[in-house]
């Protein structure tokens, strides 16, 4: 099975901008979900989708947004770039079935867009 | 809000060693924790994780310790080997079912 795969890699914006990323998760995992990765707060969740309904939600601010397609593939959307948002992007994928992400799920992540903020 | 104090920041060990790193966390809803791998240019990958009804997992030369008491765990790293070198995260969960993450151990093992 190929693994989650993100696009695009790599992303330079500027302040103000606003962009999307995509995720794309392993398939048959219907459950993704969203962290920033940064070197000073390490990884802080973002949100998680399953089956096209945001079940969870981590404390960003309202700039930081996401949706889920019928395919399970999922976007998220950061807008009025800020140079904090300077960051690494990471999706993961469960494959739990039904009720969203539970605590013994493995995740599996993919490699991260790294977004650049000027 | 839940924290997750890790443990030595970096972490240089010989070939053939044995690689320790610590967790300690301050309240936690859910008794269930993960250590997660990651490779430079990679995402996280779940290593071995333990649930605290038993005090000691072993996966291969990966071993997790636990102690619930003192509200810590550890990852022991037998015989460390080169491709061992990468950045170890541990992680609890929180009571809003979300992932909380350590800052990260970056471990470097020399040939």
């Known amino acids: 099975k190929a693994g989650v795969t993100q696009t695009p890699r790599y992303l330079i914006k500027t302040r103000g901008q606003q962009v999307t990323l995509s995720c794309s998760p392993i398939?048959?995992?219907?459950?993704v979900s969203w962290y920033q990765q940064t070197p000073g707060q390490g990884l802080q969740f973002l949100f998680e989708?399953?089956?096209?309904?945001?079940?969870n939600k981590g404390n960003f601010p309202g700039r930081f947004s996401g949706r889920q397609f019928s395919n399970s593939r999922s976007e998220m959307n950061v807008s009025t770039l800020e140079l904090g948002d300077s960051a690494l992007y990471l999706c993961?994928?469960?494959?739990?079935?039904?009720?969203?992400?539970?605590?013994?799920?493995?995740?599996?992540f993919g490699p991260g867009t790294r977004l650049t903020v000027l | 809000q839940q924290q997750v104090k890790q443990s030595p920041q970096s972490l240089i060990v010989q070939k053939g060693g044995i690689s320790i790193i610590n967790c300690a966390y301050e309240?936690?809803?859910?008794?269930?924790f993960p250590w997660y791998q990651q490779f430079p240019g990679k995402g996280p990958a779940l290593l071995i994780a333990?649930?605290?009804d038993v005090s000691e997992k072993k996966e291969g030369r990966f071993t997790i310790s636990f102690n619930k008491s003192a509200k810590q765990f550890s990852l022991h790293i037998m015989d460390s080997q080169p491709g061992d070198s990468a950045t170890y995260f541990c992680?609890?969960?929180?009571?809003?079912?979300?992932?909380?993450w350590g800052a990260g151990t970056k471990l470097i093992i020399k040939p």
């Open positions: 993961a994928s469960s494959p739990r079935t039904s009720g969203g992400l539970h605590l013994t799920d493995t995740q599996y």
């Open positions: 398939s048959g995992h219907r459950s």
């Open positions: 989708y399953f089956s096209e309904t945001q079940r």
């Open positions: 309240n936690t809803a859910f008794d269930y």
């Open positions: 333990i649930r605290p």
């Open positions: 992680a609890a969960w929180d009571s809003n079912y979300q992932l909380i």
